[in-house]
């Protein structure tokens, strides 16, 4: 009789089963869509102990919902973290961390390649908030370390930059966050899980636009922030929401309660509690019917990708590709060695004729949508400089990856063929 040993389920089973349980009522075997405002408690004892966050359990949609639930839990198993907190949108998952770490007058250092509704939030909205950026050089980890003060409380980066396509060395970054004691977040949208688990390689927080990949379809706004677990938030008193008696709470210190996940439990009832970006549960189910898929949409997406990259890196009309699935990229070896399933979906090439150019090609294209997602199964196009990054000048636009020649692709799961096609037409077109 051979000997069998329990092993840890593969990515695409949890994909579709982490954190999902049969309805206990119905028997209903896809997560419901638990569509209320608030939930009713067993008696007053029972209200008392989930307001004093002595148990787990419902109180308001705003805060926890059980479909909201299934989807934290499934994302956070697919990443390797401890707990997740599924939010209203990417953005609102990027202030609630930072809301977290942050208090008026800190700093934190940011990768200067980043989405350019990042950068507008990270150099204007949270200004109101005292909270400081200061830019780094992904391509240049040095410039990370250089950039340290005795305020900064948080390293930022992208995984695969959007629209730039620089895959970032995190466990070089890691590094510098561990020897600054800071924690390191990185934003996971692009690359998603499948491609890449930044918390194998050192980073302690991941962040989600849950919009694009995950959800996959186009059809919700989502974002969801995952605890790694690794910081240790109670080393010192730099991070007070975790470290620091919460009046909120009779004085209970969360880091203190929680453990290893007091960083997503203070997410959770201290700044989604208060500040109220909270995901509808419509939402939450339709982004886990899409997560159910991601190893299989993911696989499809990096095939299309790397051959709509060759084929455009061989056209008259471009100029250049910058795209880490095709050898002799710059980020090609940074690419096999945190990405070697795939370079993602989304890449960028310029064009010869410029700015002009590049505003004809969208306007060519036929099946390339043109809008300003990502991560849909649909094949997507915008030109950044005149859209996505328009609010940046001209020199912050270049050093964001997105100057005047820039067109980005996000290459969906039709038939490559049929992509190429396309693309080749409105390139002709235009020439």
Same mark, same amino acid.
Not at 35 to 55: E, I, K, P
Not at 165 to 176: L, M, S
Not at 368 to 384: C, E, K, T, W, Y
């Given at each position: ?32 869509? +638990?569509? $209320? ?25 705003? *805060? ?17 973290? &401890? ?6 949108? %990417? ?46 050089? @992904?391509?240049?980890?040095? $410039? ?7 305020? $900064? ?13 620089? *895959? ?42 849950? $919009? ?29 929401? *975790? ?72 056209? @008259? ?14 980020? +090609? ?69 997105? %100057? @005047? ?22 390139? &002709?077109?235009?020439?």
């Amino acid at each position: 009789m051979t000997e069998t040993h329990p092993t840890a389920p593969g990515f695409a089973t949890l994909a579709v089963h982490a954190g999902a349980q049969p309805d206990p009522t119905t028997g209903a075997r896809v997560t419901p869509i +638990y569509q $209320t405002s608030s939930f009713v408690f067993d008696d007053v004892d029972h209200a008392a102990s989930l307001f004093g966050l002595q148990a787990f359990g419902n109180i308001y949609t705003r *805060i926890t919902n059980p479909t909201s639930a299934v989807l934290e839990e499934r994302v956070a198993a697919l990443e390797g973290g &401890t707990a997740a907190l599924a939010v209203a949108s %990417g953005h609102a998952a990027e202030a609630l961390v930072m809301h977290t770490l942050m208090t008026p007058g800190d700093e934190f250092i940011a990768s200067s390649k980043l989405y350019g509704g990042s950068i507008n939030q990270f150099n204007h909205a949270y200004k109101n908030f005292g909270w400081n950026v200061k830019w780094a050089d @992904p391509d240049d980890p040095a $410039t990370f370390e250089a950039a340290i003060s005795p305020r $900064t409380k948080a390293i930022f980066i992208e995984s695969i930059a959007n629209p730039g396509g620089v *895959i970032c060395d995190i466990e070089a970054i890691a590094k510098i966050a561990r020897r600054a004691r800071v924690p390191l977040i990185v934003d996971n949208t692009l690359a998603t899980p499948y491609l890449m688990k930044p918390f194998e390689h050192g980073a302690d927080i991941v962040v989600h636009s849950a $919009t694009k990949f995950l959800g996959g379809h186009g059809n919700s706004i989502g974002g969801v922030i995952v605890d790694g677990g690794s910081f240790d938030f109670m080393a010192d008193k730099r991070y007070p929401m *975790i470290s620091a008696p919460r009046p909120e709470y009779g004085g209970m210190v969360l880091g203190e309660t929680f453990g290893n996940f007091a960083f997503a439990i203070a997410c959770r009832v201290l700044g989604l509690r208060d500040l109220g970006a909270c995901i509808s549960p419509f939402n939450s189910f339709l982004i886990l019917t899409g997560v159910e898929t991601l190893p299989l949409r993911m696989q499809r997406h990096c095939e299309n990708a790397l051959a709509v990259a060759e084929f455009l890196s061989g056209h @008259p009309a471009v100029k250049w590709v910058s795209y880490a699935g095709l050898r002799g990229d710059r980020y +090609y070896n940074l690419g096999q060695k945190y990405c070697p399933k795939g370079a993602g979906a989304v890449f960028t090439f310029g064009l010869k004729g410029g700015y002009e150019a590049g505003v004809t090609l969208v306007k060519n294209l036929q099946l390339f949508s043109h809008l300003a997602n990502v991560g849909d199964v649909r094949s997507l196009v915008i030109h950044p400089a005149s859209t996505t990054h328009r609010q940046l000048t001209d020199e912050q636009k270049i050093v964001a990856g997105a %100057g @005047p020649d820039v067109v980005r692709l996000s290459v969906g799961i039709e038939d490559a063929a049929d992509l190429i096609a396309d693309l080749d037409k409105a390139l &002709t077109a235009g020439a």
